[in-house]
């Protein structure tokens, strides 16, 4: 049985490994049922040309995967990792344990106590040990924190989250335009 363990975890190393394009962010969700949620921070990341890995690994249902994935990370070359978990969500507080790298971390709304259990598993990490926790679900904006701190050493990315920034603006001042045409109409 700890041979077969190990093999298994010999494995996912070498996947790991084979990732092409050496990746900046390591994304970990808790299980494959997070994807849908999850998914908006892999096409963040996407939409801005980072290149990430994601994985499946549990803190509670594979805790050698886990352990072994955040004390690899930083040798492998990841600079930041993106936890999301739902329920009693120890998964981004466990790889921070296991790494210098910043670990930021997604509590999701899949439990019935609608989150506010991952929320509090997420956030409430003791002095020493920080996770950088999002809102519930808040896996793009996972992403984006993601990217404001490999910007900090890379000018085409803050580029990028400038023009992003401006887009938004733009954005609310076309919503702003269209409410004041709109009321304007019925004269209010
Ligand atoms: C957590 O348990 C996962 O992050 C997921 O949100 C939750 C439920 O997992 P499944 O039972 O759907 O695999 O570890």
Redesign the pocket.
Known sequence: MLILAFLVEITFMEMLMDYEDKPLVGVV???D??LPIMQQALDTLADFGVSYEAIVA?A??SPDRASLYASSAQERGLKVIIC????A?H?AGTMAALTILPVIGVP?A?SPLNGLDSLFSTVQMPSGVPVSTMSLNGARNAALAAIQMLALSDADLADKLSSYKSQMAEVVAERNNNLVAKLKKKNI
């Open positions: 969700m808790g299980s049922s997070d549990s509670h249902r999301g978990a739902g329920w969500a998964l999701l899949s």
